[in-house]
């Protein structure tokens, strides 16, 4: 999830830099920020945690056919950017593709990973 923030910030930076000041630049930015910051916090809240318990907690995996249909799903995401947006920015396309695998790439490793 910190690769999805840091492509919202590089996406955020190269429309400021190209575009210029722009509330769409600006939320991009925004976003990518919150993101970064919250899932750094989660690190430490969750490293913070292990050093003092030695409990595991319990990892919530979606099921199977979820995870597959959420695949299936994100594969229907990226071909919707490519054929949408397929003419605009190539950069957004590649930070769309980006997301598309992100969100493949995660549902399958939940899938058909090693568990817990």
């Known amino acids: 999830m910190t690769a999805c923030a840091a492509l919202l910030i590089l996406f955020g930076i190269f429309t400021f830099t190209r575009e210029g ?3 769409f630049s600006a939320l991009w930015l925004a976003a ?9 916090r989660l690190a430490f809240i ?3 945690s292990k050093a003092g318990d030695d409990r595991e907690k319990a990892v919530q995996k979606p099921s199977k056919p979820m995870a597959v249909f959420s695949a299936v799903a994100g594969v229907g995401f990226i071909i919707f950017g490519i054929v949408m947006f397929g003419r605009t920015d190539p950069f957004f396309i590649v930070v769309w593709v980006a997301f598309g695998l992100l969100i493949v790439g995660g549902q399958l490793w939940s899938a058909f990973g090693r568990s817990r």
Do not use: H
């Not at 990518?32 to 919250?38: E, I, K, R």
């Open 21 to 23: 000041w722009s509330w």
């Open 32 to 40: 990518g920020l919150f993101l970064l910051v919250l899932f750094v």
């Open 46 to 48: 969750s490293s913070a």
